[in-house]
């Protein structure tokens, strides 16, 4: 308690000194969890659109299904059966078939992945319903990606070639019905959605499909498909966000480690000015490593100030942030990325900062305070340079 | 006014009595490749209340020989007891707790922790010794009310003069009720007015307490205050000197 309060007392005394490292800590407390923030309010947010759009609660794939193998797609289908069907008739499951097709949009040649989903479906956000509000051609719906790319728009026709089972090629006349604007660029770039049992037909599967997607909250295993979970489903966004979070960390520790040179430089200084009170403490009766508890308490003590500065201009300006978002516009980097971000602010994310700060500037305030163990006491009397 | 009478010229003798006992003491310094040597074979000893004073020129080794009595320093040869242990013998815990307990320092330069009030400083050396806020509080106002400073108690040392200064010092070497208080040139940077002030302070202490004081000075004031006189000269005691005080009318 006596090392608490010598410790503020000696820090609010040094004025001016204390207070520029105080900032500078306090910039680096708030950046560290401002960015931090940033990062896990995108990744809750992706995760949140990826669910919503694409992978809801799990996927049940064909067992010869891999969405990075297109030779796996053409065989990795298979018959619903009855527990299945009950299941989609409930809407808790949701049937894709998935192949591979060419349309030729402006006489130009793409290849594009045709999945059939029912246009009833309601687990997952795609406008499937608008595959019925077209009755002219085979009603198709696109992402804005793919429109973009195949400059093509709603109501817009497109010529699409595909093999059915027989691997006879087959055609007909594709009508956009839709153009959707989605977060996730995996459900959009050269995709295209049709209607689950217009597809089955046209591909002469009756009843078949590629992969479940489920909305059940504890999903169950089902025999002869493969279930695949959200942490596997998302493990590519989580692994890009580690990896920006670690990219992050060289700016933060550049930041920290000014911040902390700057108390390590005043505690160097601390302890070479304050020599007769270092003595004076030892003569009062206090041993050569609890004066060094002293200095390293104070020095630990800027991160206290630091924590509290930094709450005091952090806390309304991630208010504000938190309320009208940080708006990166309509621009697309080929990730899952909202186009407002809000950041999260975790009691984690915040404790842990906390504990970096308060942990680092002990750690710094200590080093230059050991000094103080190998001190001469009479020396230090005298306020010798030792 | 007082009068210097030298009565004995003896050394202290009273053995139950003793507090401090220094035996074939001798310290050296490392300079350079080889040694300075500050005390060369003193042999002293302290009784329960005594008004002592090393006195001697500056290089003398007074302060060394304060040091090593404050369990500050140890010694490089010899033996120094205080209050029944031996320095050379003690960790640096139990050396921190006889100068928290027993043991009272009065510097030159004061040496107040200029971030403290007055009463905080004073309140300091208790602090260390767990004692309920009350009683701090009683211990502390007592100690200044020794030195006259009751109405200074909030202010910092920044606000206060020399006198002032050292007259808090002195009342955060008594607050503790220490046996012993070690005061360093206590006067040095005084004016006469002062010193004679907190000389008659601690005067009126040692008689009151029974404290043992043992200073070190070159300062003829001083010396017309201390009951005993120890010369040093290089290292060496030259004379160890009873006086007695006398009022001259």
């Known amino acids: 308690m006596v090392a608490f309060k010598l410790a503020y007392r000696n820090l609010i005394g040094a004025g001016t000194r204390t207070w520029l490292n105080v900032s500078v800590l306090s910039f680096a407390f708030v950046l560290i969890i401002f960015h931090n923030g940033m990062l896990d309010g995108w990744n809750r947010q992706s995760r949140k659109d990826t669910q919503q759009w694409e992978v809801a609660n799990g996927q049940y794939w064909h067992p010869h299904y891999d969405k990075l193998d297109v030779y796996s797609i053409k065989d990795a289908h298979k018959p619903l059966d009855a527990q299945i069907i009950g299941k989609v008739k409930d809407g808790s499951l949701v049937p894709m078939l998935i192949q591979q097709a060419t349309i030729y949009p402006q006489g130009r040649m793409q290849s594009v992945l045709l999945k059939g989903i029912p246009h009833d479906q309601q687990l997952l956000k795609l406008p499937t319903q608008e595959l019925k509000a077209v009755t002219e051609g085979l009603p198709a719906v696109i992402g804005k990606r793919m429109a973009t790319a195949a400059k093509l728009g709603i109501g817009d026709k497109v010529l699409i070639r595909w093999r059915d089972k027989n691997g006879t090629f087959d055609a007909t006349e594709l009508t956009i019905a839709s153009v959707f604007n989605a977060d996730v660029p995996s459900i959009d770039n050269g995709q295209i959605y049709i209607d689950f049992e217009a597809m089955q037909t046209m591909m002469g599967l009756r009843g078949d499909a590629t992969l479940l997607v489920t909305g059940e909250e504890e999903p169950a295993t089902m025999d002869g498909w493969d279930f695949k979970d959200i942490k596997f489903l998302l493990a590519e966004l989580d692994q890009l966000i580690e990896s920006k979070k670690g990219g992050g960390i060289v700016l933060q520790a550049v930041l920290l480690l000014i911040a902390l040179l700057a108390i390590f430089d005043t505690q160097v200084l601390s302890i070479f000015r304050r020599q007769k009170e270092i003595g004076t403490f030892i003569a009062l009766g206090l041993t050569r490593w609890q004066v060094v508890g002293v200095f390293t308490i104070e020095g630990a003590a800027h991160s206290i100030l630091a924590i509290v500065l930094g709450a005091a201009y952090g806390i309304p300006f991630f208010i504000w942030l938190n309320a009208i978002g940080l708006s990166f516009g309509d621009v697309d980097v080929g990730i899952t990325m909202a186009a407002t971000i809000y950041p999260y602010y975790s009691v984690r994310l915040i404790l842990s900062t906390i504990g970096l700060v308060v942990i680092a500037s002990a750690i710094v305030s200590y080093l230059p305070a050991r000094k103080i163990a190998r001190m001469n006491p009479t020396e230090a009397l005298k306020g010798k340079i030792q | ?249």
């Open chain 2, 1 to 249: 006014m007082v009068k210097r009478i030298i009565v004995d010229d003896k050394i202290f003798q009273d053995m139950d009595n003793q507090i401090i006992q220094l035996e074939h003491l001798t310290k050296r310094f490392p300079v350079g490749n080889g040694f300075f040597t500050a005390l060369t074979d003193i042999t002293l000893s302290f009784g329960k209340g005594e008004f002592a004073g090393l006195v001697g020129p500056s290089g003398s080794g007074k302060t060394t020989l304060l040091n090593i009595i404050g369990s500050l320093d140890v010694p490089s040869e010899g033996k120094a007891t205080v209050l029944g242990r031996s320095i050379a013998e003690l960790s640096q815990k139990q050396a921190a707790n006889m100068r928290n307990h027993h043991i009272g320092f009065i510097f030159q330069t004061y040496n107040l922790l200029p971030v403290y009030t007055v009463y905080e400083n004073v309140e300091f050396a208790l602090l260390l010794q767990n004692i309920s806020a009350e009683e701090r509080r009683k211990a502390v106002m007592q100690a200044l009310e020794w030195v006259g400073l009751t109405d200074k108690e909030k202010s910092k040392p920044s606000m206060l003069s020399g006198g002032e200064c050292q007259r808090v010092a002195i009342a955060r070497s008594m607050v503790k009720r220490p046996k012993i208080v070690l005061a360093d040139e206590p006067t040095a940077n005084l004016d006469s007015k002062n010193s004679h002030h907190i000389l008659q302070t601690m005067q009126k202490l040692n008689e009151e307490l029974g404290v043992t004081f043992i200073f070190s000075t070159h300062d003829e004031k001083v010396m017309q205050y201390l009951k005993r006189q120890i010369s040093l000269a290089d290292g060496k005691v030259v004379a160890d000197e009873q006086v007695e005080l006398v009022s001259s009318q």
